[in-house]
């Protein structure tokens, strides 16, 4: 089974690039099968991470960032791949 996790944060005024760094520092041991890192429009800093693991598995996330660098709270989900189309 693949369980994706989805992190989200969005950055407080002009610390887009920070989070983004932050984030990209943060230690995943073990390391997901793919981990993938994606911005959006307002500062918004979207991780996404894919394991070969049971929905209900204890897995590494990334902890919420310093207040500074948020204007709130990260918002957090996890779902299970049905189908792969391209």
Same mark, same amino acid.
């Given at each position: 089974?693949?369980?994706?996790?989805?992190?989200?944060?969005?950055? +407080?005024?002009?610390?887009? #690039?920070? &989070?983004?760094?932050? +984030?990209?520092?943060?230690?995943?041991? #073990?390391?997901?099968?793919?981990?993938?890192? &994606?911005?959006? $429009?307002?500062?918004?800093?979207?991780?996404?991470?894919?394991?070969?693991?049971?929905?209900?598995?204890?897995? $590494?996330?990334? #902890?919420? #960032? $310093?207040?500074?660098?948020?204007?709130?709270?990260?918002?957090?989900?996890?779902?299970?791949?049905?189908?792969?189309?391209?």
């Amino acid at each position: 089974m693949t369980v994706t996790l989805m992190w989200e944060a969005a950055a +407080a005024d002009g610390c887009g #690039p920070r &989070l983004l760094d932050w +984030a990209r520092e943060q230690d995943l041991s #073990p390391m997901p099968r793919r981990l993938e890192f &994606l911005i959006a $429009p307002g500062d918004r800093v979207l991780v996404i991470s894919w394991w070969e693991q049971p929905y209900d598995a204890e897995l $590494p996330e990334l #902890p919420d #960032p $310093p207040g500074e660098l948020v204007r709130r709270q990260v918002h957090r989900w996890r779902f299970v791949s049905v189908s792969v189309e391209s």
